[in-house]
């Protein structure tokens, strides 16, 4: 129950901010989304370490990358990357804002979890444009059945 509330009270302000209609997308307003695509990814707030040691969604290059190298190399050469970026998520909320509900915001969210990519393959999409499909094109990308970090090559700290 309680994170149902934390969930919709950020929700409700992200709607709040949109019912204005101005170009609005402050500091505040990026950084709850920030929050609420750490919840739909992992299920709580954390920093980006925390994510790609959680983050079950990676691509292909990734997945090697942290099999066959250590795990700073790791974490210094991927990137936790939105499949929906987050200006597209807030035009999207903004332009329907008067439609929408805590809920359905939420489920737009749970529907573009972060996935873990390559530096050079987060490089190499469109930054703000397309979809998943578009985005992605070449990228492989998987659901590992483990937490990303118990499958590093080497775990050293």
């Not at 204005?20 to 980006?48: C, E, H, P, W």
């Not at 972060?114 to 190499?124: F, P």
């Amino acid at each position: 129950m309680y994170l149902e509330a934390v969930i919709r009270r950020r929700c409700e302000f992200l709607l709040a901010v949109a019912a204005d209609k101005s170009d609005s997308r402050d500091q505040a307003v990026t950084f709850m989304m920030r929050v609420l695509s750490n919840y739909a990814t992992i299920g709580k707030d954390a920093g980006s370490e925390t994510i790609k040691r959680l983050n079950r969604r990676i691509s292909r290059k990734a997945f090697d990358r942290l099999q066959n190298e250590d795990w700073h190399i790791f974490k210094s050469t991927t990137i936790n990357e939105h499949p929906k970026p987050l200006k597209q998520m807030w035009d999207w909320i903004v332009i329907n804002s008067e439609v929408l509900t805590a809920e359905l915001v939420w489920q737009e969210f749970v529907k573009h979890p972060m996935i873990t990519v390559t530096k050079e393959e987060d490089r190499e999409m469109p930054r703000s444009d397309g979809d998943i499909t578009t985005r992605y094109k070449g990228i492989e990308v998987l659901t590992l059945d483990a937490d990303p970090y118990s499958y590093s090559a080497n775990q050293n700290l």
